[in-house]
């Protein structure tokens, strides 16, 4: 193996490499000068990045079947109805690299896509089009923007601008398309939250006919699938810039199309600890949440409840009480008309629902105990880290003064400490079964009351004995059959700080303590005062 094979096997991926045979097999085949790679590849290679996906287009009447059928048996790789694939509608044909090898590397994996060079009529409100065969600079008008409408020629390497702007775009950073941007983006409406996503994805520029033709034709999202739709949104809420994403969409119309709640936190005001609206902090919360899709979608939807909840005191202090109950559900009901799968939403609303608990924790995040985390991973579970990133987001856009920009950092870390000494999840030393053997109890929702005291102990010690879970457990039951002297069960149901953690602790849980426990004589303490004695 040559020195100069050696490097490209090094440096290259498996598409760049599958061109590389792609083209030596094409310049001495019927293909040569009828084959090019277009689209995204070439404007990567533009740009200096490397090649992902490969579609080419052949010069010739469906020329997209033809040469499919032609390299696959040329391969030995033909097999009728699998390699290729054929789509005769459309004249597109998928096919395969299957057996083919590359020094030591195996490109059978690597999927292309042809099709003859075509033009293409839509019918109004479809989006499956009538097709016929065209050139190059045909072709080229079909296509959405001018920097996706370059050409290579795998015969000779020759870069093909049909349009002489694409080139010049992709260096000065412009979003135009290659015919006039209203019937492009008439033919394919998803062709505007593309727009919008090659903007916000490369920090690109809109022109101002593009962006007017954004406005203007908003309303036709209405025929794209919500599938679609949702596809769009996710890749541009992984960009660098999923704020400006927003912002855009806001500003042309195109967000009231899928997700107008948004738009409403326009001119919502906040209080003190905000400088912006609610819409302009959530677009800070999402500009400094890092990139998790679940994480930023919680940004998106964390303060969406605001609007419906917002109140002012007789002080003028403006609130916005249960605001995350209410946006989990209105993110789940957002949700499930974008098309969202069932796991995400859960995971969604569990982090819009829970992002307050732990607001008040202080710029360090020592005024939460470490009960309250501990319930707050348990329930977070598979979702914390999303969390953590989402709250760090939204904690750093609020004012100066008020962002705690190492409270997450620090509840990350003691997390981390208690899970090393303890489970993350309730590991309880008694059952259900074990409490209907004890009380002699039938199944049934009765039992849930119970269970949860013993949890709550469990947070607050998870070191807690079997006996003591047990004494727990009778003192609910008890007050469950309600034999807890009269007047004694508002004491039972106050709290106390445990001396040892910091934490507020039920007074039942804590006369479960052992007697000489601070916690218990605190309680104990209480108690006696109770009954005046």
């Known amino acids: 193996m040559t020195i100069q094979l050696r490097q490209l096997l090094t440096e290259a991926s498996k598409e760049q490499l599958a061109l590389e045979f792609l083209s030596n097999v094409i310049r001495n085949g019927p293909y040569a000068g009828k084959v090019y790679l277009c689209g995204g590849a070439v404007r990567d290679a533009v740009m200096g990045k490397s090649v992902k996906d490969i579609d080419i287009v052949i010069t010739e009447p469906d020329g997209g079947i033809a040469f499919s059928e032609w390299i696959t048996k040329e391969l030995g790789s033909y097999k009728e109805g699998a390699n290729p694939i054929i789509f005769p509608r459309f004249g597109t044909a998928k096919f395969n ?17 042809a099709v003859m060079t075509r033009g293409e009529t839509y019918t109004h409100g479809s989006r499956k089009p009538e097709v016929n065969y065209a050139d190059l600079a045909e072709d080229a008008k079909r296509r959405d923007f001018t920097v996706n409408d370059l050409y290579k020629d795998l015969t000779t390497g020759e870069i093909i601008d049909p349009t002489g702007r694409g080139i010049d775009d992709i260096r000065r950073g412009i979003i135009r398309t290659p015919i006039d941007a209203n019937l492009t983006f008439k033919d394919d409406p998803l ?82 600890y905000h400088d912006d609206d609610v819409f302009g902090h959530t ?22 409840g605001k609007p419906s909840t917002i109140s002012t005191d007789k002080f003028g202090r403006i609130h916005f009480y249960d605001h995350e109950d209410v946006g989990a559900e209105m993110a789940g009901e957002i949700m499930h008309r974008m098309a969202y799968s069932n796991d995400i939403i859960r995971s969604v609303q569990n982090i819009v629902q829970h992002h307050m608990r732990l607001k008040a924790g202080g710029s360090d995040g020592s005024k939460i105990g470490d009960r309250t985390l501990r319930r707050f991973a348990a329930e977070l579970g598979d979702d914390l880290d999303s969390a953590w990133a989402m709250m760090q987001g939204d904690n750093m856009s609020h004012a100066d003064g008020h962002t705690a920009p190492n409270q997450i950092a620090n509840y990350r870390e003691r997390i981390k400490q208690l899970i090393q000494s303890a489970p993350q999840k309730p590991n309880l030393p008694i059952n259900g079964r074990d409490i209907m053997q004890t009380f002699d109890l039938q199944p049934g929702p009765h039992l849930k009351p119970i269970l949860k005291a013993v949890e709550d102990a469990w947070f607050e010690d998870p070191t807690i004995s079997r006996e003591n879970a047990l004494a727990i457990a009778k003192t609910a039951y008890d007050s469950l059959q309600g034999n807890t002297p009269s007047g004694e069960e508002d004491i039972l149901n106050k709290r106390i700080t445990n001396p040892e953690t910091g934490n507020s602790i039920l007074v039942r849980t804590a006369l479960q303590y052992e007697p000489t426990h601070p916690v218990r004589r605190a309680a104990d303490t209480m108690m006696r005062k109770s009954k005046g004695s």
């Open 97 to 113: 690299l299957r057996g083919v090898k590359v020094g030591t590397i195996d490109l059978s994996d690597v999927d292309i896509e």
């Open 191 to 272: 062709r505007m939250l593309r727009a919008v996503r090659f903007t916000c994805k490369y920090d690109w520029k809109m022109t101002k006919n593009v962006l007017q033709a954004l406005k203007q034709n908003a309303e036709a999202l209405k025929h794209i699938s919500r599938e679609r739709i949702q596809d769009e949104f996710n890749k541009m809420m992984m960009t660098n810039n999923p704020d400006i994403a927003m912002k855009i969409m806001s500003r042309t119309g195109l967000l009231r199309q899928f997700l107008p709640e948004f738009d409403e936190l326009r001119g919502v005001k906040q209080n003190m």
């Open 283 to 304: 677009l800070g919360a999402l500009r400094e949440t890092p990139r998790d899709l679940k994480a930023r979608l919680s940004a998106v939807f964390h303060d969406i």
